[in-house]
């Protein structure tokens, strides 16, 4: 069973920074892409940017990118990172990680990211 555990999350000033993690647990999968969503209250779940399982195909939306860097660690578990730069109140949302193998996806619990003065 894949399990995804997220952490990070936070409440940061406009302008500040932020890590996301992401473990993922119970990998088989041979071709996948991973990624992270957020959804803010009242609205749809966007994605944010998306990275392919070699780690060669990198994609953000156009909000973010220039701010934000998606990052593969496969040294010891399989880890997702999303460092956010810059940050602004529009970027404030639940943050979630994502795992996409076909038409499958499996999702972690969520972390909250508040930027607010």
């Known amino acids: 069973q894949l399990q995804l555990v997220e952490s990070g999350g936070g409440l940061v000033q406009p302008g500040g920074s932020l890590k996301l993690s992401c473990i993922v647990s119970?990998?088989?999968?041979?071709?996948?892409?991973m990624g992270w969503f957020r959804q803010a209250p009242g609205k749809e779940r966007e994605g944010v940017s998306c990275?392919?399982?070699?780690?060669?195909?990198?994609?953000y939306k156009d909000s973010v990118k220039g701010r934000f860097t998606i990052s593969a660690d496969k040294s010891k578990d399989d880890t997702i990172n999303l460092q956010m730069n810059s940050l602004k109140p529009d970027d404030t949302g639940v943050y979630y990680c994502?795992?996409?193998?076909?038409?499958?996806?499996?999702w972690g619990q969520g972390t909250q990211v508040t930027v607010s003065s």
């Open positions: 990275i392919s399982s070699g780690g060669g195909v990198v994609h």
């Open positions: 119970g990998f088989t999968l041979d071709h996948y892409a």
């Open positions: 994502n795992v996409k193998s076909g038409s499958i996806d499996y």
